[in-house]
């Protein structure tokens, strides 16, 4: 298995497992939090999403879906642009509320733009510097290997969240 095809199967779970979340929850079930200062289902979501779109875009040279497509305007967060809900505090988290479509639409979206970019790498590509605040400087590879663990721990606990809400 080439890594583009193991990347590719790689980031099919995680939508796998955003539409398992987002398949029948109200819009309480995804605004829940555990607590006041909980993660809700639909914050995770839109989190999980902001961080592929934002990290894939960035290695790619590509605008983001976030952007590129008006999900910006049309989720309407009273939130910079660029935010991607790194930091975020209580109150921040609660001004994510989106709708299951909406953030379906979105996941969907960004996984597209995420599955072209992996088709066009080689794996030459996956050696080349994409940061170099770090040391060892990031590689493409660890950017992507990095996206995809930090995308499949919030989609697991979205996962968990909508399990404790259903039980």
Not at 3 to 13: E, H, I, K, Q, T
Not at 67 to 78: D, H, K, N, S
């Amino acid at each position: 298995m080439s890594a583009n095809a193991l990347l590719v199967d790689g980031f099919g779970r995680i939508r796998e497992v955003v539409h398992d979340v987002l398949d029948g929850l109200t819009q309480e079930d995804l605004d829940f939090r555990l607590d006041g200062s909980a993660n809700s289902i639909g914050w995770l979501v839109w989190h999980l999403t902001r961080v592929q779109d934002d990290h894939i875009a960035g290695v790619a040279g590509l605008e983001q879906v976030w952007l590129a497509q008006g999900f910006q305007e049309r989720c309407g967060l009273p939130l910079d642009p660029a935010d991607i809900g790194y930091g975020h505090d209580r109150d921040q988290v609660a001004v994510v509320r989106l709708s299951r479509d909406l953030l379906s639409s979105y996941h969907d979206a960004t996984y597209e733009q995420t599955i072209s970019f992996l088709g066009s790498l080689s794996d030459a590509d996956f050696a080349t510097i994409v940061d170099r605040r770090w040391d060892p400087p990031v590689t493409m590879a660890v950017r992507l290997v990095s996206v995809l663990a930090d995308d499949l721990q919030h989609a697991g606990q979205a996962a968990f969240i909508k399990g404790l809400r259903r039980s």
